[in-house]
T-cell receptor, first 114, second 112 residues
Framework: DAGVTQSPTHLIKTRGQHVTLRCSPI?????VSWYQQVLGQGPQFIFQ???????GRGNFPDRFSARQFPNYSSELNVNALLLGDSALYLC?????????????FGAGTRLSVL | KQEVTQIPAALSVPEGENLVLNCSFT??????LQWFRQDPGKGLTSLLL?????REQTSGRLNASLDKSSGRSTLYIAASQPGDSATYLC???????????FGSGTRLQVQP
């Protein structure tokens, strides 16, 4: 069975640009969560979606937005990129809402903002 | 606001040693506590999940305990191997935020 897949794996952008990151959950999983991991730190929660509805939002500015599609895949969008947005962006899926049971993580998208 | 702290930040040990990694959290109203492993530049792999009603979970050479009243969890690794070298992260899930709150991790190096 395919695990959580994220695309692209690496991305280089310049300040002020927009970026879209994509995530496909494990088949049958209806919950997708997004995390940002800055080098040397633990992941920080950005969004959680369940059954196509936003169920949780972390302490991130409105430049960050996300959505979940009918097939439960998800996109994370970041507008007006800043140098500080450089990080590993992780997507996780689970069969129940949020992390009530095991969350399975993708390999992440490494975003570099120059 | 939940805060999760992991001690030590880094650890280097010779192969074969038994290890204890520590995790503390400030809000005891958690739904579960999870331990993950992360290899350099990679995503996270779930190791153990302890529900709030449980005291411990075991998987192979790994054993994790949870003491909600004191806000602590420990991950015990028996007979460490070079392949165990990685960063170990603990995370607390609370249903209020519907989010995992992670510690900064313990970077483990097991010397052959």
């Amino acid at each position: 069975d395919a695990g959580v897949t994220q695309s692209p794996t690496h991305l280089i952008k310049t300040r002020g640009q927009h970026v879209t990151l994509r995530c496909s959950p494990i088949s049958g999983h209806k919950s997708v969560s997004w995390y940002q991991q800055v080098l040397g730190q633990g992941p920080q929660f950005i969004f959680q979606y369940y059954e196509k509805e936003e169920r949780g939002r972390g302490n991130f500015p409105d430049r960050f937005s996300a959505r979940q599609f009918p097939n439960y895949s998800s996109e994370l969008n970041v507008n007006a990129l800043l140098l500080g947005d450089s990080a590993l962006y992780l997507c996780a899926s689970s069969s129940r809402e949020g992390a009530k049971n095991i969350q399975y993580f993708g390999a992440g998208t490494r975003l570099s903002v120059l | 606001k939940q805060e999760v702290t992991q001690i030590p930040a880094a650890l280097s040990v010779p192969e074969g040693e038994n290890l204890v990694l520590n995790c503390s959290f400030t809000d005891s109203a958690i739904y579960n506590l999870q331990w993950f492993r992360q290899d350099p530049g990679k995503g996270l792999t779930s190791l153990l999940l302890i529900q709030s009603s449980q005291r411990e979970q075991t998987s192979g050479r790994l054993n994790a305990s949870l003491d909600k009243s004191s806000g602590r969890s420990t991950l015990y690794i028996a007979a460490s191997q070079p392949g165990d070298s990685a960063t170990y992260l603990c995370a607390a899930y609370d249903t209020g935020r519907r989010a995992l709150t992670f510690g900064s991790g313990t970077r483990l190096q097991v010397q052959p």
